[in-house]
């Protein structure tokens, strides 16, 4: 059974920084592709930065420049940076595989960006 636990999130300025982290126990982890997903209330989780199991990533235009993935295949973990925070990134986001998702999700970090 595989297991999706994120953590990272918080309260940050517009502006700042966070770095999420994302656990991926008991997954054939290194033979997938990861990414990150986002999701505010009444929308669809979108995806928003995916690296396949070659390494290369992938960016929604909304983050490009901004948000870098990155993964570690030995820790089973994805990690995703986030610099320059806007308020519109304000939401719970989760990783999963991609861009087909195979586990059920995990609890998601809330990320809220506020001055």
């Known amino acids: 059974q595989v297991q999706l636990v994120e953590s990272g999130g918080g309260l940050v300025q517009p502006g700042g920084s966070l770095r999420l982290a994302c656990t991926a126990a008991?997954?054939?982890?290194?033979?997938?592709?990861w990414g990150w997903y986002r999701q505010t209330p009444g929308n669809q989780r979108e995806l928003v930065a995916r690296m396949n199991s070659g390494g290369r990533a992938y960016y929604d235009d909304s983050v490009k420049g901004r948000f870098t993935i990155s993964r570690d295949n030995a820790k089973k973990q994805v990690y995703l940076q986030m610099n320059n925070l806007k308020p519109e990134d304000t939401a719970v986001y989760y990783c999963?595989?991609?861009?087909?998702?195979?586990?059920?999700w995990g609890q998601g970090t809330q990320v809220t960006v506020s001055s």
């Open positions: 999963n595989t991609a861009p087909t998702t195979f586990f059920s």
């Open positions: 008991g997954s054939s982890f290194s033979i997938n592709g």
